[in-house]
């Protein structure tokens, strides 16, 4: 926005009405059944083919800048690395519901995950996802190192730092970018 830009904040899951639904699904605890790795898969991706649609996309096409918290990088990771589903699949979905869109940057934020729990646990009580074991983290957040080193257009940013640190280098990085 200090650039000029007019600039729109979106979140994953939800951003629109329909997707902010699936939200509050994907979350809920359905003590009373299992939530499968396919229709948690399926319901992000539904989510956020409704995001980009419907909000992402008309705001590029009219010039504006789309700040998201969460992208596709995020079911790739939490998804395809935590719970392990194939990746031939995760490339169907994002093919179907994608068409090729990705992000122009991001911004990956590394916690370790007794870390990031504990930082969780402190904002509140924990979701249905919040609440896996350590072991699902720890395979997340492998999965979104290795997504993020393939992808010249993510920058990870170490959070174990202080907060002071952090935000200094979030503006480095930002700045960087901006200068492309």
Not at 77 to 101: P, S
Not at 109 to 135: H, M, Y
Request: charged share 25%.
């Amino acid at each position: 926005q200090a650039a000029g830009h007019k600039v729109i904040n979106t979140r994953e899951p939800g951003g629109t009405a329909m997707a902010e639904a699936i939200r509050d699904v994907v979350k809920h605890d359905w003590s009373e059944e299992k939530v499968t790795v396919e229709a948690e898969l399926l319901l992000m991706y539904a989510a956020r083919a409704q995001l980009v649609q419907n909000v992402i996309l008309p705001n590029l096409a009219s010039g504006n800048w789309v700040l998201g918290d969460r992208h596709d990088m995020s079911s790739q990771a939490y998804q395809g690395g935590g719970r392990q589903i194939d990746h031939a699949m995760i490339e169907n979905l994002r093919a179907i519901t994608l068409k090729n869109f990705k992000p122009d940057f991001t911004l990956y934020l590394d916690v370790v995950p007794a870390e990031g729990l504990k930082r969780a646990k402190g904002r509140g009580e924990l979701d249905r996802i919040e609440q896996e074991d350590l072991s699902f983290f720890e395979r997340t957040r492998q999965r979104y190192l290795t997504l993020a080193e393939q992808d010249d257009n993510c920058v990870v940013i170490n959070t174990m730092q202080n907060i002071d640190s952090v935000h200094s280098d979030i503006k480095r990085a930002i700045q960087q970018f901006l200068e492309q």
